[in-house]
């Protein structure tokens, strides 16, 4: 008996409602996005016997972050560059593969890494968003393309990590690229022609026209009076939704996180002035035209990249003793959000980790109440958390109906914010607004740390945790066994969802931040999980990159993956053969902070500039950082933002690093593409 709906047609709305209990057809398995399976085979009494039944291994040791999905016995799951594989889901055998051949160069434009959350399925296709703003439409069975539109204006440096949500036979697609800044918002794609339905922008346009757009009402109605003059006219306010979208087909309505407002200081984004709609707010849309319906916004005037795009999930919850149907959220900001589904009105917000920026969120308002010193205004520097990595950031959390809690992965980490001494809006690059404290941290903080949180909604607590010496982690999945399954640093583990009890490891061989999925075919239950770690600058410290794989488990799977190789260790590198340069190293420390550091800096997950022999050259670094050579690999060029003296200074404050014994923590392996 195939217990995956083998031979059925392809999937649709009427097959996602049904919840079919052997596939996983959306990104959260079902459009409530809660992550939880009613499969029951590997529980826990059984846990312990769980063992590899197959996996794959893939080209990049960048970061994997996408969930797979499995319909009618094909797994389908996406990796770095967007590319997208599908597998036979009961024995791994390799159906085929696609790759969208996306320019090394756009690697610049991603935050984050150049990761992708997975795919979307409807009617015998698969939807990929691709990392430089294509929505590609495969062939489910053959992986050929159907059809492809580039959702994004491909001049600007917009990004898609995020999957797609495929409902009533649309393709939701939201963007990234709030940092650089861009003008964010989501669009729907008729699923078999790839045609523009409808799109909702997220900021006004800075020019002040309409937009000939579903969001004209809304931004004119509500978002307008919220932005005063400032640099975000210059890049379009951010508000990029890059993640979260959920539809609800008891309220019909799709929810939308969306991101940061751009730059990130609100003195210089507007003057301090407004909250700054719709950045950082959760919007309700109709999902059959993009109508405004309602919206919350979480951090007004945001200063801190408070995204709320973290997982939005639904549920029907016991409220003042009546069932109501209500949208969640563990937001970045440190706060648990239960929102009235249909009206948007808040229900409840509590603190799940410390918070310093805010003292509580008024029930009365919906607005936090700011602690005094939360905002870095006047020149002064500020220390707080949750910083810009949040207390829960992507990684998608889960909920047991069985257990009635939601299991969050959050973080504890401290970030110095500070005004800048100066801002000049830079076109292409990052513009944050802040002080170089932000990036280099001019005091000491309190260590970081991780922690699975099972929080009750109704009780608004946590009923268990546990602590992880990793901030950075994997998303969770919950099941009908009574298990909860989540990775930190090399360790996948099975809890005991009531309890926290850790009742199974396996040692993956490498770090994990994807959450993971499960289904069943021909009776018996498997486990997925794509294994590589990445995201937000990597987070990475001493761990080595290392290929990604996808591992997926059975119970009494005997199968034994190959070991990683060593990691390549960089060697020191020999300064007597250098060049010397006539540069400014302390001009070039300022090009170092504005354009490199995020990927490049200690902890990033690309080679440390100061360890790479391209710097012992002058002529070859120059080719390097100015034209190009490296482009294909992911190196954009950079002689739009500054000439060759600028580099000369780039590259003596460079040798001048590579002087100095390296820190404690230093990525020592190089990467690739």
């Given at each position: ?46 846990v312990k016997r769980l063992g590899v039944a197959w996996w794959a291994s893939f080209d990049t040791d960048r970061g994997q972050e996408a969930t797979p999905l499995v319909a009618d016995g094909i797994l389908y799951t996406t990796t770095t560059w967007s590319k997208v594989y599908a597998f036979d889901a009961k024995t791994g055998k390799a159906l085929w593969s696609y790759d969208p051949q996306v320019p090394g160069e756009k690697g610049f434009d991603a935050c984050c890494d150049v990761v992708n959350r997975g ?110 003059d400032g640099a975000w006219k210059d890049g379009g306010g951010g508000a990029t939704p890059w993640d979260a979208i959920t539809y609800d087909p008891k309220t019909d309505l799709v929810f939308v996180g969306t991101g940061n407002a751009g730059p990130w200081n609100s003195k210089i984004r507007t003057g301090g002035k407004g909250d700054n709609l719709f950045a950082a707010s959760i919007v309700a849309l109709r999902p059959d035209t993009g109508e405004y319906a309602w919206h919350y916004q979480t951090t007004p ?373």
């Amino acid at each position: 008996m195939c217990l995956s709906a083998c031979g059925k047609a392809g999937v649709d709305g009427k097959r996602i409602l049904a919840a079919e209990a052997g596939d996983w057809l959306s990104y959260g398995r079902t459009y409530d996005e809660q992550r939880f399976s009613p499969l029951d085979q590997v529980n826990k009494d059984t846990v312990k016997r769980l063992g590899v039944a197959w996996w794959a291994s893939f080209d990049t040791d960048r970061g994997q972050e996408a969930t797979p999905l499995v319909a009618d016995g094909i797994l389908y799951t996406t990796t770095t560059w967007s590319k997208v594989y599908a597998f036979d889901a009961k024995t791994g055998k390799a159906l085929w593969s696609y790759d969208p051949q996306v320019p090394g160069e756009k690697g610049f434009d991603a935050c984050c890494d150049v990761v992708n959350r997975g795919v979307a399925l409807w009617k015998g296709r698969a939807y990929v968003g691709t990392l430089d703003g294509r929505l590609v439409a495969l062939d489910a069975k053959t992986g050929k393309v159907v059809w492809t539109v580039q959702t994004t204006d491909a001049k600007l440096p917009y990004t898609i990590t995020g999957a797609p949500r495929a409902v009533k036979g649309k393709i939701l697609i939201g963007n990234g690229g709030a940092e650089y800044p861009v003008r964010g918002y989501v669009s729907a794609y008729d699923a078999d022609t790839g045609k523009l339905s409808w799109r909702f922008h997220m900021t006004p346009n800075p020019t002040g026209a309409p937009d000939g757009a579903a969001s004209d009402k809304a931004m004119k109605d509500f978002a307008y009076a919220t932005w005063s003059d400032g640099a975000w006219k210059d890049g379009g306010g951010g508000a990029t939704p890059w993640d979260a979208i959920t539809y609800d087909p008891k309220t019909d309505l799709v929810f939308v996180g969306t991101g940061n407002a751009g730059p990130w200081n609100s003195k210089i984004r507007t003057g301090g002035k407004g909250d700054n709609l719709f950045a950082a707010s959760i919007v309700a849309l109709r999902p059959d035209t993009g109508e405004y319906a309602w919206h919350y916004q979480t951090t007004p005037r945001d200063d801190w990249d408070f995204d709320a795009v973290q997982h939005l999930m639904v549920a029907d919850l016991p409220v003042a003793g009546k069932t109501q149907r209500v949208v969640m959220q563990a937001n970045k900001n440190g706060f648990y959000y239960v929102l009235d589904a249909a009206s948007g009105k808040l229900v409840s917000a509590d603190n799940f980790v410390k918070t310093t920026w805010a003292e509580r969120v008024d029930l009365a308002t919906g607005r936090p109440v700011e602690a005094a010193d939360a905002r870095y205004e006047n020149g002064q520097e500020h220390q707080q958390t949750p910083g810009a990595l949040g207390g829960h950031n992507w990684q998608p959390m889960a909920y047991s109906p069985k257990e009635g809690l939601v299991y969050i992965p959050a973080q504890t980490l401290y970030m110095d914010y500070a005004d800048p001494k100066e801002f000049k809006f830079i076109p292409g690059a990052w513009n944050l607004g802040l002080g170089p404290s932000t990036l280099s941290p001019a005091r000491a903080q309190p260590a970081p740390f991780g922690q699975l949180i099972a929080w009750d909604p109704v009780q608004k607590k946590a009923r268990w945790k546990v602590d992880f010496a990793e901030p950075w982690r994997s998303g969770v999945l919950a099941t009908a066994g009574g298990l909860v399954f989540h990775a930190a640093g090399h360790n996948f583990v099975a809890f005991d969802a009531a309890t926290g009890k850790a009742l199974w490891t396996y040692d993956t061989g490498a770090a994990a931040i994807a959450a993971a999925s499960t289904y069943a075919i021909d009776g018996e239950q498997y486990v997925a999980l794509m294994v590589g770690f990445g995201g937000a600058g990597g987070m990475g410290g001493a761990e080595p990159r290392r290929k990604g794989r996808l591992l997926v488990f059975k119970l009494d799977g005997k199968t034994v993956p190959t070991p990683f190789p060593a990691p390549v260790v960089q060697p020191p590198l020999d300064l007597a053969t250098a060049t010397p340069s006539k540069g400014d190293p302390a001009k070039g420390a300022k090009l170092s902070a504005q354009f490199c550091v995020t990927c490049h800096g200690a902890g990033g997950y690309l080679p440390v500039l100061a360890r790479s022999p391209v710097i012992l050259d002058p002529v070859g670094f120059k080719a390097i950082v100015l034209e190009g050579a490296r482009k294909p690999h992911g190196m954009a060029p950079f002689r739009r933002f500054f000439d060759e003296a600028s580099a000369e200074d780039l590259r003596a404050f460079l040798l001048a690093e590579a002087a100095k014994p390296p820190p404690a923590g230093e990525p020592q392996t190089t990467h690739g593409r």
